[in-house]
Nanobody, 119 residues
Framework: QVQLVESGGGSVQAGGSLRLSCAAS??????MGWFRQFPGKEREFVGR????????RLADSVKGRFTVSRDNAKNTVYLQMNSLKPEDTAVYYC??????????????WGQGTQVTVSS
């Protein structure tokens, strides 16, 4: 059974940093992604990394502030968030899936972790 367990969310002041972790088990995936959801909005893409080559993609809104990394030995993916802004406040989800053409299809999702950035 596939499990994605997230940790590392919390509250931080603007300009601060947080690192989210997502430990994956029960399956093999080519792509791990991070998404976030604002209240009343649809989930939006934040970043993704592929397990093998480490190819990284980030949403324009977080480039230069966030990065995604992986630890293959621990089957864990990280979302390092720096220079956080109040508008980054959201529930953050990790997802596991496969590459499809130039994109990705995510079949599994974590439970979500709240990130709150205060001004």
């Amino acid at each position: 059974q596939v499990q994605l367990v997230e940790s590392g969310g919390g509250s931080v002041q603007a300009g601060g940093s947080l690192r989210l972790s997502c430990a994956a088990s029960g399956g093999t995936f080519s792509i791990m992604g991070w998404f976030r959801q604002f209240p009343g909005k649809e989930r939006e893409f934040v970043g993704r990394i592929d397990w093998s080559g480490g190819s990284l993609r980030l949403a324009d809104s977080v480039k230069g502030r966030f990065t995604v990394s992986r630890d293959n030995a621990k089957n864990t993916v990280y979302l390092q968030m720096n220079s956080l802004k109040p508008e980054d406040t959201a529930v953050y989800y990790c997802a596991a899936g496969t590459s499809v053409g130039g994109g990705a299809s995510y079949a599994y999702w974590g439970q979500g972790t709240q990130v709150t950035v205060s001004s």
